[in-house]
C-alpha cells in the first residue's frame, strides 16, 4: 500500500490555473497507476485523470485540453496541471493509486479547489 499527500489547492478566479501535486510514501510506486478524482457538494466522486505507469493517460470529457496529469517516478509524485478553470471545477480533488491487476485502492486527504466568477 502508497501513502498518499496532495498539496496545491486553493482558492482563483475563473480563467486562472493551480497545479496539484501528490507526494507518495511506498514501495513500486512506479508500477501504480494514478489518478486524480474530484467529489463536488451534492455529487458523486468523479475521475478527473488518469495515468497508466507507462505514462498513458485519460481524461474525462469535461477537463479535456484544460487538465494535464503527469508522473515523476523518480520523486514518486504525480501532479494535475490545471488551465482555464471553471466555477464548475470546483470540488475536493483526491488522489489515488492502484497497483498492478487492482483497482484504485489508496487515497490522499483531498484538497480544496474553489473556482469563483
Known amino acids: 500500500q502508497v501513502q498518499l499527500v496532495e498539496s496545491g489547492g486553493g482558492s482563483v478566479q475563473a480563467g486562472g490555473s493551480l497545479r496539484l501535486s501528490c507526494a507518495a510514501s511506498g514501495r513500486s510506486f512506479s508500477t501504480y497507476a494514478m489518478g486524480w478524482f474530484r467529489q463536488a457538494a451534492g455529487k458523486q466522486r468523479e475521475l478527473v485523470a488518469g495515468?497508466?505507469?507507462?505514462?498513458?493517460?485519460n481524461y474525462a470529457d469535461s477537463v479535456k485540453g484544460r487538465f494535464t496529469i503527469s508522473r515523476d517516478n523518480g520523486e514518486n509524485t504525480v501532479f494535475l496541471q490545471m488551465n482555464s478553470l471553471k466555477p464548475e471545477d470546483t470540488a475536493v480533488y483526491y488522489c489515488?493509486?492502484?497497483?498492478?491487476?487492482?483497482?484504485?485502492?489508496?487515497w490522499g486527504q483531498g484538497t480544496q479547489v474553489t473556482v469563483s466568477s
Open positions: 495515468i497508466t505507469r507507462g505514462g498513458n493517460t
Open positions: 489515488a493509486a492502484g497497483g498492478p491487476g487492482r483497482s484504485f485502492d489508496s
